[in-house]
């Protein structure tokens, strides 16, 4: 799969989540809320949204490489977390075979920002 249709992938694997999530995080996620009975899957789609948001929410430095990378490794791991979500409760061969996929690139970018930062300063 191209790089730059991940992004995609992840956005369209938390969309389910994406409703749930302003009842959570009112200011940052205004307009997203779902009303009724969450299932697991809808649960754990809201707290991996939660938990990138809140993990994205970097203080500008003024050095845009670092701040990037700062804010990209949460960004990367809620799509990890949103593919075990998929991983877990999903049931498309074609979706699972995506989310895994996600799973092992974003895992490898995450790695390559780590390393990009200890050679650089943090």
């Known amino acids: 799969m191209p790089m730059r249709l991940i992004p995609l992938a992840a ?3 938390a969309a389910p ?3 749930l999530a302003q009842d959570a995080q009112p200011d940052a996620m205004k307009g997203m809320a779902m009303k009724g009975a969450a299932s697991p899957a809808d649960k754990a ?3 991996s949204m939660q938990t990138m948001m809140k993990n994205m929410m970097v203080k500008p430095t ?3 490489d670092r701040d990037f990378v700062l804010m990209m490794m949460p960004h990367h791991q809620g799509a990890i977390d949103m593919a075990k979500v998929e991983l877990q409760y999903g049931k498309d061969p ?3 075979k995506l989310a895994a996929d996600i799973v092992a690139a974003q895992e490898k970018e995450i790695a390559e920002m780590k390393d990009w930062l200890a050679r650089n300063g943090q």
């Open 11 to 13: 956005f369209l694997l």
């Open 17 to 19: 989540s994406l409703a």
């Open 45 to 47: 789609f809201t707290d």
């Open 62 to 64: 003024g050095r845009p």
């Open 94 to 96: 074609q979706l699972l």
